[in-house]
């Protein structure tokens, strides 16, 4: 016999709402669904186990104890069975996207060319509900880089755990915290740079290629948005927002491109870049103290863990904050620097901390 354990990460909605497996085997009803098994939920987690025959397989599906509650895919379909060749002792995670009866909004996928980019990047772009229902109304924006970890775990493909983005925009808007808003999560290509990065680091980094790609995003990005979606354009109605590198893109778009976005949301900021800079010696940091004023309409969130490779993170935002003072912003109104406790430089920390900063930037 071996021992199958189920670790489920439910929706950021009413994550303590009961969780179900119901599938091929018999401690798991034989899909029975009022014979599902429960799981128990500690916090972060729906947890459960079964045990079964060595050689066998089983299928199954995640609910929340019947099939009109079953769990969908980012894009709202119902997927196939999951299914498992038991062999040994295993450990079967899954992030459930959405419910069935609780799916809303709509995701799209499209590809944009870039002049500047000499290149096509995939776009992943959330239409919250009242994009169709309501046809006069223009919609806030939300920019996102690494826009495969935004919307759909399945292909988060390093952690299976995506930030989101989506259901936090749903949720919070149901909730008066922001209103109904378009989410865009941009793509970045697979493979290598000639300088051995991962693509995606050589295009964030400022130190490579982040120049270009923060041109791309203000000279064809947002452009391409308003001409082609019914959004507010204006400043104040653009988000801009990252982690890792992604942040640190975000901020140095603040600084180089000013008028663009009024939001910055920026997790995990690696301030230390590629190169690895001490917080004395980070280019950003530098070029921020070199900042002979800074526009007080903007709003800024920062934040990073105390696990890992956060915790190397303090020294940076130390320095940040005494900057981010001297040019005459206040903590809690144009900027907030929060430490996570046990928080860390992963996709599952992101996703518990993406509302957080939601909200401060609509406060």
Not at 266 to 275: P, R, V
Request: hydrophobic fraction near 40%.
């Amino acid at each position: 016999m071996s021992k199958i354990r189920f670790r489920i990460i439910p929706p950021v909605d009413r994550p303590e709402a009961k969780v179900f497996i119901t599938g091929s085997h018999r401690d798991l009803g034989s899909w029975d669904s009022a014979k599902a098994m429960p799981l128990e939920f500690d916090g972060v987690f729906h947890n459960g186990s079964i045990e079964a025959d060595t050689g066998s397989h089983v299928e199954y599906k995640i609910t929340r104890g019947s099939w009109e509650s079953e769990a969908v895919e980012a894009f709202g379909h119902v997927p196939a069975n999951s299914r498992h060749e038991i062999w040994l002792d295993a450990t079967l995670q899954h992030t459930v996207a959405d419910w069935k009866d609780r799916y809303c909004g709509r995701l799209t996928r499209e590809r944009l060319h870039s002049r500047i980019l000499a290149g096509e990047r995939e776009l992943l772009i959330w239409l919250p509900p009242g994009y169709g229902a309501q046809t006069e109304t223009r919609f806030p924006v939300i920019f996102l880089h690494d826009g495969s970890n935004v919307f759909d775990p399945l292909g988060s493909v390093v952690s299976g755990v995506d930030w989101a983005a989506d259901e936090w925009a749903a949720l919070l808007a149901r909730r008066s915290v922001i209103p109904e808003t378009i989410v865009v999560g941009v793509c970045h290509p697979e493979g290598y740079s000639d300088d051995n990065l991962t693509m995606r680091d050589f295009e964030l980094s400022p130190e490579f290629g982040g120049a270009a790609y923060a041109q791309f995003l203000v000279s064809e990005l947002v452009p391409h948005m308003d001409q082609h979606y019914r959004t507010i354009a204006k400043r104040s109605a653009r988000t801009l927002g990252g982690a890792g590198l992604g942040a640190l893109n975000a901020f140095r778009t603040a600084l180089a491109h000013p008028g663009v976005f009024r939001n910055f949301l920026c997790l995990s900021t690696s301030f230390e870049d590629m190169s690895q800079s001490l917080p004395r010696d980070s280019a950003l940091l530098q070029a921020l103290e070199a900042e002979p004023a800074l526009d007080k309409e903007i709003r800024m969130y920062f934040d990073h863990g105390d696990q890992g490779l956060d915790e190397c993170y303090r020294g940076y935002h130390d320095l940040l904050g005494e900057h981010l003072r001297a040019k005459g912003w206040k903590d809690g109104k144009e900027f907030t620097i929060r430490e996570i406790p046990g928080g860390s430089h992963s996709e599952i920390s992101w996703r518990a901390r993406f509302g957080e900063a939601l909200k401060f930037l609509a406060s």
